[in-house]
Protein backbone atom coordinates (compact mmCIF):
# COMPACT_ATOMS: atom_id res chain seq x y z
CA UNK A 1 0.00 0.00 0.00
CA UNK A 2 1.63 3.38 -1.14
CA UNK A 3 1.04 6.17 1.36
CA UNK A 4 1.14 9.98 0.66
CA UNK A 5 3.31 12.18 3.20
CA UNK A 6 1.33 14.40 4.89
CA UNK A 7 1.56 18.06 3.67
CA UNK A 8 0.72 21.29 6.04
CA UNK A 9 -2.55 23.03 4.99
CA UNK A 10 -2.45 24.93 2.39
CA UNK A 11 -2.08 28.82 3.09
CA UNK A 12 -0.03 27.53 6.61
CA UNK A 13 3.40 27.32 6.54
CA UNK A 14 6.71 26.30 8.62
CA UNK A 15 9.31 28.83 9.70
CA UNK A 16 11.95 26.99 9.84
CA UNK A 17 16.06 27.93 11.74
CA UNK A 18 17.22 29.70 9.47
CA UNK A 19 14.26 31.97 9.44
CA UNK A 20 13.33 31.63 12.90
CA UNK A 21 16.44 33.84 13.55
CA UNK A 22 15.47 36.86 11.94
CA UNK A 23 12.36 36.80 13.84
CA UNK A 24 13.49 36.53 16.79
CA UNK A 25 15.88 39.52 15.83
CA UNK A 26 12.50 41.28 14.68
CA UNK A 27 10.73 40.62 17.98
CA UNK A 28 13.34 41.37 20.04
CA UNK A 29 13.80 44.91 18.34
CA UNK A 30 9.87 45.09 18.99
CA UNK A 31 9.56 44.47 22.39
CA UNK A 32 12.60 46.83 23.06
CA UNK A 33 10.90 49.42 21.72
CA UNK A 34 7.52 48.79 23.11
CA UNK A 35 8.70 48.50 26.23
CA UNK A 36 10.84 51.39 26.47
CA UNK A 37 7.93 53.38 25.48
CA UNK A 38 5.84 51.63 28.48
CA UNK A 39 3.71 48.90 26.73
CA UNK A 40 3.33 45.94 28.73
CA UNK A 41 2.63 42.28 27.21
CA UNK A 42 -0.76 40.93 27.62
CA UNK A 43 -1.65 37.13 25.69
CA UNK A 44 -4.59 36.24 25.34
CA UNK A 45 -5.97 33.12 23.46
CA UNK A 46 -5.85 32.49 20.20
CA UNK A 47 -9.59 30.48 19.89
CA UNK A 48 -12.59 32.97 21.13
CA UNK A 49 -16.14 33.08 21.50
CA UNK A 50 -16.99 33.71 17.38
CA UNK A 51 -19.90 36.28 18.78
CA UNK A 52 -16.66 38.66 20.49
CA UNK A 53 -15.39 38.81 16.37
CA UNK A 54 -19.07 39.25 15.07
CA UNK A 55 -19.81 42.26 17.31
CA UNK A 56 -16.65 43.79 17.31
CA UNK A 57 -15.35 43.59 13.59
CA UNK A 58 -18.74 43.58 11.98
CA UNK A 59 -20.87 41.33 10.52
CA UNK A 60 -20.71 43.27 6.91
CA UNK A 61 -16.80 42.47 6.97
CA UNK A 62 -15.06 40.29 4.42
CA UNK A 63 -13.31 38.94 7.90
CA UNK A 64 -16.40 37.70 9.28
CA UNK A 65 -18.88 37.00 6.13
CA UNK A 66 -16.22 34.85 5.02
CA UNK A 67 -12.62 34.40 6.13
CA UNK A 68 -12.86 33.01 9.97
CA UNK A 69 -12.63 30.10 10.67
CA UNK A 70 -15.53 28.89 12.95
CA UNK A 71 -16.48 25.69 14.52
CA UNK A 72 -18.66 24.03 16.82
CA UNK A 73 -17.11 22.69 19.83
CA UNK A 74 -18.08 19.58 21.09
CA UNK A 75 -21.15 21.01 23.22
CA UNK A 76 -21.78 22.84 20.21
CA UNK A 77 -20.54 26.51 21.04
CA UNK A 78 -19.51 28.43 18.46
CA UNK A 79 -15.82 29.51 18.28
CA UNK A 80 -13.60 31.26 16.24
CA UNK A 81 -9.65 30.98 15.90
CA UNK A 82 -8.91 35.02 16.21
CA UNK A 83 -8.52 36.76 13.09
CA UNK A 84 -6.87 39.62 15.09
CA UNK A 85 -5.96 40.17 18.22
CA UNK A 86 -8.06 43.88 19.56
CA UNK A 87 -11.21 42.41 20.20
CA UNK A 88 -9.06 39.87 22.35
CA UNK A 89 -7.69 42.08 24.27
CA UNK A 90 -10.66 44.36 23.97
CA UNK A 91 -12.27 41.43 26.21
CA UNK A 92 -9.57 41.12 28.14
CA UNK A 93 -9.61 45.20 29.67
CA UNK A 94 -13.08 44.46 30.22
CA UNK A 95 -13.51 40.99 31.70
CA UNK A 96 -10.75 41.84 33.87
CA UNK A 97 -12.16 45.37 34.45
CA UNK A 98 -8.74 47.27 34.43
CA UNK A 99 -10.35 50.35 33.81
CA UNK A 100 -11.44 50.51 37.16
CA UNK A 101 -8.06 50.20 38.19
CA UNK A 102 -6.40 52.61 35.76
CA UNK A 103 -7.88 53.28 32.44
CA UNK A 104 -4.64 54.20 30.66
CA UNK A 105 -3.29 50.69 29.34
CA UNK A 106 -0.74 50.00 26.79
CA UNK A 107 -0.33 46.64 25.69
CA UNK A 108 1.23 44.65 22.74
CA UNK A 109 1.27 41.00 21.49
CA UNK A 110 2.68 38.94 19.14
CA UNK A 111 1.33 35.80 17.51
CA UNK A 112 -0.77 33.80 15.34
CA UNK A 113 -3.96 34.73 13.71
CA UNK A 114 -6.07 33.15 10.88
CA UNK A 115 -8.35 34.12 7.86
CA UNK A 116 -9.51 31.96 5.23
CA UNK A 117 -8.10 34.06 2.39
CA UNK A 118 -7.11 33.19 -0.85
CA UNK A 119 -3.24 32.31 -0.49
CA UNK A 120 -0.68 33.90 -2.30
CA UNK A 121 3.24 35.79 -1.59
CA UNK A 122 2.37 37.52 1.62
CA UNK A 123 -1.18 36.42 2.11
CA UNK A 124 -1.35 33.91 4.56
CA UNK A 125 -4.09 31.67 5.96
CA UNK A 126 -1.94 31.81 9.64
CA UNK A 127 -0.24 34.97 9.77
CA UNK A 128 1.43 36.36 12.25
CA UNK A 129 0.86 39.94 13.74
CA UNK A 130 2.69 42.47 15.99
CA UNK A 131 0.14 44.29 17.65
CA UNK A 132 0.10 47.33 19.82
CA UNK A 133 -3.06 49.07 21.91
CA UNK A 134 -3.18 52.45 23.45
CA UNK A 135 -6.87 51.98 26.10
CA UNK A 136 -8.11 55.34 27.85
CA UNK A 137 -6.23 57.76 25.61
CA UNK A 138 -8.64 60.01 23.48
CA UNK A 139 -5.80 62.48 22.35
CA UNK A 140 -4.52 62.93 19.00
CA UNK A 141 -0.86 62.11 20.83
CA UNK A 142 -1.47 59.09 20.99
CA UNK A 143 -2.37 58.32 17.01
CA UNK A 144 1.08 59.89 16.65
CA UNK A 145 3.07 57.92 18.96
CA UNK A 146 2.00 54.85 17.33
CA UNK A 147 2.86 56.06 13.92
CA UNK A 148 5.84 57.15 15.05
CA UNK A 149 6.66 53.81 16.48
CA UNK A 150 6.35 52.22 13.55
CA UNK A 151 8.32 54.84 11.90
CA UNK A 152 11.23 54.06 14.45
CA UNK A 153 11.23 49.92 14.53
CA UNK A 154 11.04 50.11 10.51
CA UNK A 155 14.34 52.37 10.53
CA UNK A 156 15.74 50.32 13.42
CA UNK A 157 15.40 47.47 11.14
CA UNK A 158 16.63 48.93 8.01
CA UNK A 159 13.44 48.85 6.10
CA UNK A 160 13.26 52.15 4.40
CA UNK A 161 11.02 51.68 1.15
CA UNK A 162 7.81 52.74 3.53
CA UNK A 163 5.15 55.44 3.41
CA UNK A 164 2.42 55.95 6.39
CA UNK A 165 -0.94 56.57 4.56
CA UNK A 166 -3.26 58.05 6.81
CA UNK A 167 -6.96 59.24 6.41
CA UNK A 168 -9.68 59.70 8.63
CA UNK A 169 -13.01 58.15 8.80
CA UNK A 170 -14.85 60.84 11.02
CA UNK A 171 -17.17 59.36 13.90
CA UNK A 172 -20.96 58.78 14.88
CA UNK A 173 -21.56 62.53 14.31
CA UNK A 174 -20.35 62.74 10.85
CA UNK A 175 -19.84 59.43 9.10
CA UNK A 176 -23.37 59.69 8.24
CA UNK A 177 -23.41 63.01 6.00
CA UNK A 178 -20.19 61.07 4.18
CA UNK A 179 -22.01 57.98 3.94
CA UNK A 180 -25.03 60.08 2.32
CA UNK A 181 -23.05 61.49 -0.36
CA UNK A 182 -21.41 58.65 -0.75
CA UNK A 183 -24.60 56.66 -1.33
CA UNK A 184 -25.72 58.45 -4.44
CA UNK A 185 -22.41 57.90 -6.48
CA UNK A 186 -22.86 54.16 -5.54
CA UNK A 187 -26.65 54.35 -7.01
CA UNK A 188 -25.10 55.81 -9.97
CA UNK A 189 -21.88 53.77 -10.37
CA UNK A 190 -23.48 50.02 -9.42
CA UNK A 191 -23.67 48.42 -13.06
CA UNK A 192 -19.56 48.92 -12.90
CA UNK A 193 -19.03 47.60 -9.57
CA UNK A 194 -17.53 43.87 -8.11
CA UNK A 195 -19.88 41.54 -6.94
CA UNK A 196 -19.08 41.71 -3.58
CA UNK A 197 -18.84 46.08 -3.76
CA UNK A 198 -22.68 45.81 -5.09
CA UNK A 199 -23.28 43.81 -1.46
CA UNK A 200 -20.76 46.06 0.17
CA UNK A 201 -22.62 49.45 -1.40
CA UNK A 202 -25.95 49.12 1.16
CA UNK A 203 -24.15 47.55 4.03
CA UNK A 204 -20.52 48.57 4.29
CA UNK A 205 -20.48 51.47 1.59
CA UNK A 206 -16.90 53.07 2.82
CA UNK A 207 -15.37 49.50 1.91
CA UNK A 208 -15.74 50.48 -2.03
CA UNK A 209 -13.29 53.14 -1.50
CA UNK A 210 -10.34 50.80 -0.58
CA UNK A 211 -11.94 48.08 -3.10
CA UNK A 212 -8.81 46.92 -5.83
CA UNK A 213 -10.91 46.20 -8.23
CA UNK A 214 -10.06 48.09 -11.54
CA UNK A 215 -14.11 48.64 -12.08
CA UNK A 216 -14.56 50.07 -9.19
CA UNK A 217 -11.16 51.90 -8.81
CA UNK A 218 -12.20 53.48 -11.57
CA UNK A 219 -15.80 54.41 -10.16
CA UNK A 220 -14.45 55.72 -6.90
CA UNK A 221 -12.11 57.83 -8.34
CA UNK A 222 -13.81 61.12 -8.18
CA UNK A 223 -15.55 60.01 -5.26
CA UNK A 224 -15.97 62.55 -2.20
CA UNK A 225 -13.58 63.14 0.34
CA UNK A 226 -14.38 62.01 4.19
CA UNK A 227 -12.37 65.06 5.07
CA UNK A 228 -14.57 67.28 3.73
CA UNK A 229 -17.32 65.78 5.90
CA UNK A 230 -15.52 65.84 8.94
CA UNK A 231 -17.34 67.43 12.35
CA UNK A 232 -15.08 70.30 14.30
CA UNK A 233 -13.88 67.66 16.55
CA UNK A 234 -13.00 65.22 14.44
CA UNK A 235 -11.48 67.96 12.37
CA UNK A 236 -9.07 69.54 14.89
CA UNK A 237 -7.66 65.84 15.78
CA UNK A 238 -6.71 65.11 12.50
CA UNK A 239 -5.28 68.46 12.00
CA UNK A 240 -3.07 67.87 15.25
CA UNK A 241 -2.34 64.63 14.23
CA UNK A 242 -0.60 65.30 10.77
CA UNK A 243 0.92 68.66 12.67
CA UNK A 244 2.19 66.76 15.06
CA UNK A 245 3.66 63.94 12.85
CA UNK A 246 5.45 67.06 11.08
CA UNK A 247 6.56 68.61 13.62
CA UNK A 248 8.60 65.08 14.63
CA UNK A 249 9.87 64.51 11.11
CA UNK A 250 7.88 61.29 10.48
CA UNK A 251 7.04 61.15 6.66
CA UNK A 252 3.54 60.57 5.76
CA UNK A 253 0.28 60.65 3.07
CA UNK A 254 -2.98 61.91 3.16
CA UNK A 255 -4.76 59.43 1.74
CA UNK A 256 -8.33 59.88 1.47
CA UNK A 257 -9.35 56.32 -0.06
CA UNK A 258 -7.71 54.61 2.68
CA UNK A 259 -10.50 52.98 5.14
CA UNK A 260 -9.35 49.33 6.33
CA UNK A 261 -11.34 46.47 6.26
CA UNK A 262 -12.81 46.45 10.33
CA UNK A 263 -15.77 48.13 10.91
CA UNK A 264 -14.73 49.57 14.35
CA UNK A 265 -12.56 52.17 13.49
CA UNK A 266 -13.40 55.68 13.76
CA UNK A 267 -10.97 59.38 13.19
CA UNK A 268 -7.39 57.98 12.95
CA UNK A 269 -6.83 55.03 10.49
CA UNK A 270 -3.07 54.72 9.37
CA UNK A 271 -1.44 51.90 6.75
CA UNK A 272 1.92 51.51 6.55
CA UNK A 273 2.39 50.48 3.13
CA UNK A 274 5.49 49.46 0.94
CA UNK A 275 6.98 48.92 -2.35
CA UNK A 276 8.94 46.05 -1.59
CA UNK A 277 6.55 43.12 -1.43
CA UNK A 278 4.85 43.16 -4.64
CA UNK A 279 0.91 43.36 -4.67
CA UNK A 280 0.48 42.79 -0.71
CA UNK A 281 1.73 46.41 0.08
CA UNK A 282 0.59 47.20 3.22
CA UNK A 283 2.66 46.05 5.78
CA UNK A 284 1.30 47.10 9.10
CA UNK A 285 -2.29 48.91 9.31
CA UNK A 286 -3.96 50.21 12.79
CA UNK A 287 -6.48 52.88 13.73
CA UNK A 288 -8.69 54.68 16.01
CA UNK A 289 -11.44 52.72 18.02
CA UNK A 290 -13.39 54.69 20.35
CA UNK A 291 -16.67 53.31 20.91
CA UNK A 292 -15.38 49.61 20.60
CA UNK A 293 -14.89 49.09 24.43
CA UNK A 294 -17.84 50.55 25.37
CA UNK A 295 -19.88 48.49 22.47
CA UNK A 296 -18.44 45.10 24.02
CA UNK A 297 -19.92 46.01 27.13
CA UNK A 298 -17.45 48.24 28.56
CA UNK A 299 -17.09 51.72 30.06
CA UNK A 300 -16.74 54.37 27.31
CA UNK A 301 -12.93 54.16 26.82
CA UNK A 302 -11.16 56.03 23.99
CA UNK A 303 -8.79 53.35 22.13
CA UNK A 304 -5.92 53.13 19.28
CA UNK A 305 -3.77 50.73 18.12
CA UNK A 306 -1.72 48.64 14.84
CA UNK A 307 -0.99 45.30 14.33
CA UNK A 308 2.31 44.91 11.66
CA UNK A 309 2.35 42.07 9.65
CA UNK A 310 5.03 40.16 10.97
CA UNK A 311 5.46 37.52 7.62
CA UNK A 312 5.56 40.39 5.30
CA UNK A 313 8.03 42.38 7.57
CA UNK A 314 10.31 39.36 8.37
CA UNK A 315 10.67 38.75 4.59
CA UNK A 316 11.27 42.49 3.77
CA UNK A 317 14.45 42.44 6.39
CA UNK A 318 15.18 38.66 5.00
CA UNK A 319 15.95 40.25 1.47
CA UNK A 320 18.16 43.68 3.05
CA UNK A 321 20.08 41.21 5.56
CA UNK A 322 20.43 37.98 4.67
CA UNK A 323 22.59 37.15 7.15
CA UNK A 324 21.15 37.26 10.81
CA UNK A 325 21.79 33.47 11.52
CA UNK A 326 24.79 32.51 13.29
CA UNK A 327 26.56 29.31 13.65
CA UNK A 328 28.20 27.94 17.14
CA UNK A 329 29.91 29.69 18.98
CA UNK A 330 32.66 26.45 19.36
CA UNK A 331 32.83 23.37 17.25
CA UNK A 332 34.91 20.29 19.40
CA UNK A 333 36.55 17.52 17.14
CA UNK A 334 36.83 14.48 19.36
CA UNK A 335 38.84 11.39 18.38
CA UNK A 336 38.65 8.75 20.25
CA UNK A 337 35.52 7.69 22.95
CA UNK A 338 37.56 9.42 26.04
CA UNK A 339 38.34 12.49 24.61
CA UNK A 340 34.04 12.37 22.97
CA UNK A 341 33.33 11.80 26.46
CA UNK A 342 35.14 14.77 27.86
CA UNK A 343 34.00 16.74 25.08
CA UNK A 344 30.23 15.69 25.82
CA UNK A 345 31.11 16.95 29.13
CA UNK A 346 32.49 20.20 28.32
CA UNK A 347 29.76 21.21 25.64
CA UNK A 348 26.97 20.73 28.69
CA UNK A 349 29.24 23.22 30.93
CA UNK A 350 30.17 25.21 28.12
CA UNK A 351 26.23 25.59 27.41
CA UNK A 352 25.60 26.72 30.71
CA UNK A 353 28.06 29.34 30.63
CA UNK A 354 26.25 30.62 27.09
CA UNK A 355 28.58 29.47 24.82
CA UNK A 356 26.75 27.90 22.17
CA UNK A 357 29.04 24.52 21.15
CA UNK A 358 28.20 21.59 18.55
CA UNK A 359 29.80 18.47 18.05
CA UNK A 360 29.03 14.82 16.69
CA UNK A 361 28.57 11.96 19.16
CA UNK A 362 29.33 9.21 16.81
CA UNK A 363 32.64 8.24 15.72
CA UNK A 364 34.13 10.12 12.80
CA UNK A 365 37.16 11.25 11.22
CA UNK A 366 39.00 14.69 11.82
CA UNK A 367 38.32 15.48 8.21
CA UNK A 368 34.53 14.67 8.14
CA UNK A 369 34.31 17.05 11.64
CA UNK A 370 36.05 19.82 10.52
CA UNK A 371 33.84 19.55 7.28
CA UNK A 372 30.89 19.31 9.48
CA UNK A 373 32.51 22.72 11.38
CA UNK A 374 32.48 23.99 8.25
CA UNK A 375 29.15 23.65 7.62
CA UNK A 376 27.37 24.51 11.00
CA UNK A 377 29.46 27.75 10.73
CA UNK A 378 31.00 27.28 14.19
CA UNK A 379 33.36 30.71 15.18
CA UNK A 380 36.37 28.51 16.54
CA UNK A 381 36.89 24.65 16.33
CA UNK A 382 38.30 22.30 19.65
CA UNK A 383 40.30 20.00 18.57
CA UNK A 384 41.07 17.07 21.21
CA UNK A 385 42.33 13.25 20.99
CA UNK A 386 43.78 11.33 23.28
CA UNK A 387 47.23 12.28 22.99
CA UNK A 388 46.11 15.39 23.38
CA UNK A 389 44.20 14.15 26.39
CA UNK A 390 47.42 12.90 27.60
CA UNK A 391 49.81 16.09 27.41
CA UNK A 392 47.27 17.99 29.04
CA UNK A 393 46.73 20.30 25.63
CA UNK A 394 43.69 20.60 23.20
CA UNK A 395 44.14 22.76 20.21
CA UNK A 396 42.01 25.70 19.60
CA UNK A 397 41.76 26.88 15.99
CA UNK A 398 40.02 30.13 15.13
CA UNK A 399 38.18 29.60 11.66
CA UNK A 400 38.12 33.04 10.47
CA UNK A 401 41.50 33.83 10.74
CA UNK A 402 42.95 30.01 10.73
CA UNK A 403 45.22 30.77 13.70
CA UNK A 404 45.80 27.86 15.85
CA UNK A 405 46.56 27.96 19.64
CA UNK A 406 47.20 25.41 22.72
CA UNK A 407 45.08 26.16 25.79
CA UNK A 408 45.21 23.69 28.88
CA UNK A 409 42.81 21.30 29.62
CA UNK A 410 42.76 21.79 33.01
CA UNK A 411 40.37 24.74 33.34
CA UNK A 412 39.08 24.40 30.02
CA UNK A 413 35.64 25.90 30.34
CA UNK A 414 37.52 29.35 31.92
CA UNK A 415 39.72 29.50 29.26
CA UNK A 416 37.58 29.21 26.25
CA UNK A 417 34.84 31.71 27.84
CA UNK A 418 38.01 34.00 28.27
CA UNK A 419 38.53 33.50 24.67
CA UNK A 420 35.75 34.32 23.54
CA UNK A 421 35.17 37.34 25.21
CA UNK A 422 38.30 38.42 23.91
CA UNK A 423 36.78 37.58 20.22
P1 LIG B 1 -5.29 44.07 9.58
O1 LIG B 1 -5.42 43.29 10.87
O2 LIG B 1 -6.17 43.56 8.49
O3 LIG B 1 -5.37 45.52 9.82
O4 LIG B 1 -3.83 43.79 9.04
C1 LIG B 1 -2.67 44.32 9.62
C2 LIG B 1 -1.48 43.77 8.88
O5 LIG B 1 -1.44 42.36 9.00
C3 LIG B 1 -1.54 44.00 7.38
O6 LIG B 1 -1.00 45.26 7.05
C4 LIG B 1 -0.68 42.87 6.85
O7 LIG B 1 0.68 43.24 6.86
C5 LIG B 1 -0.91 41.76 7.83
N1 LIG B 1 -1.87 40.78 7.28
C6 LIG B 1 -3.21 40.84 7.25
N2 LIG B 1 -3.74 39.74 6.67
C7 LIG B 1 -2.69 38.95 6.33
C8 LIG B 1 -2.56 37.67 5.71
N3 LIG B 1 -3.63 36.96 5.34
N4 LIG B 1 -1.31 37.17 5.51
C9 LIG B 1 -0.22 37.87 5.92
N5 LIG B 1 -0.28 39.07 6.50
C10 LIG B 1 -1.49 39.62 6.72
Redo the contacts with the bound molecule.
Keep these: MSQTNIQLIR?FKDILPGETELWQFIEKSAITLLEDFGFREIRVPIMEKTELFARSIGEDTD?VEKEMYTFADRKNDMLTLR??A?ASICRAYIQHKMASQDPVRKFYTIGP?F?R?R?QK????Q???IDAEIFGVASPYADVELIFLLRTLFDRLQVTDTTAHINSLGCPVCRPRFKAALADLLTAAAPTLCADCLRRKDRNPLRVLDCKVPGCRAAMANAPSILDYLCDDCRTHFDTVTDTLARLDVPFEIDKQLV???DYYTRTAF??QTGALGA?S?????GRYDGLVESLGGPPTPAIG????????AEIVAASNPDVANGPDLFIAALGDTARQKAFEWSTALGCEGIGVSMVYERKSLKAQMKQANRVGAGRVLIVGDSELEAGQAVLRNMADKTQQEIPIDALVQTIKRAMENG
Excluded: H
Excluded at 122 to 125: A, L, M, N, T
Excluded at 282 to 286: E, H, I, K, N, S
Excluded at 306 to 313: K, N, Q, S, T, Y
Design positions: GIPETMREPGRYRFYQRGLEIQAVAGGFAIGFDRL
